[in-house]
T-cell receptor
């Protein structure tokens, strides 16, 4: 199956700083990528859908000015958590759709664990 | 009521046992994913199915669209199968709805 990578795998930052997380599709071009957040012992929650070359679509309750998403190329989407606070500490997971395999398929990245002190 | 419910929430088994994890959903869907999440957090997609049954190694997934129900079976379970298994349904082009997961522990 297709491979999706994330970088970094974990990050610790101070409150008030910004953190950028990268999501890459390694062996396919992903026109659509998704960003999820998972709190401990909870389900993944979709934060936003990222389409290459256009603005991301954010889910209700997700602050677009706080979670900046850029999908500048067909293989890279970035999520920047701006002015991070301890409550932003979570596991962030991206997924990517391989357009050759239909709209129902998503390949998941390994996730990035963010800890805000 | 959650739109996707899994049972059981927690499951322990002895190595070699046959394991079944269930997923019920209340929305119309086009497909259903079974995912595996290891303690480190990374997610692996096990199956995507929209009808019938799929098999991969010791894993079998079935779905009954009319009854809005899917099952994941693990035959001859092994400690390395210990993980959280997540059911996720595809209910629109861009939306996955996730179950809360079933935490499986297989003891030697």
């Amino acid at each position: 199956g297709a491979v999706v990578s994330q970088h970094p795998s974990w990050v610790i930052c101070k409150s008030g700083t910004s953190v950028k997380i990268e999501c890459r599709s390694l062996d396919f071009q992903a026109t659509t990528m998704f960003w999820y957040r998972q709190f401990p012992k909870q389900s993944l929650m979709l934060m936003a859908t990222s389409n290459e070359g256009s603005k991301a679509t954010y889910e209700q309750g997700v602050e677009k000015d706080k979670f900046l998403i850029n999908h500048a190329s067909l293989t890279l989407s970035t999520l920047t958590v701006t002015s991070a606070h301890p409550e932003d500490s979570s596991f962030y997971i991206c997924s990517a759709r391989d357009p050759r395999e239909g709209t129902d398929t998503q390949y998941f990245g390994p996730g990035t664990r963010l800890t805000v002190l | 009521k959650n739109e996707v419910e899994q049972s059981p929430q927690n499951l322990t088994a002895q190595e070699g046992e046959f394991i079944t994890i269930n997923c019920s959903y209340s929305v119309g869907i086009s497909a259903l994913h079974w995912l595996q999440q290891h303690p480190g957090g990374g997610i692996v997609s096990l199956f995507m199915l929209s009808s019938g049954k799929k098999k991969h190694g010791r894993l079998i997934a079935t779905i009954n669209i009319q009854e809005k129900h899917s099952s994941l079976h693990i035959t001859a379970s092994h400690p390395r199968d210990s993980a959280v298994y997540i059911c996720a349904v595809v209910w629109s082009t861009d939306k996955l709805i996730f179950g809360t997961g079933t935490r499986l522990q297989v003891f030697p």
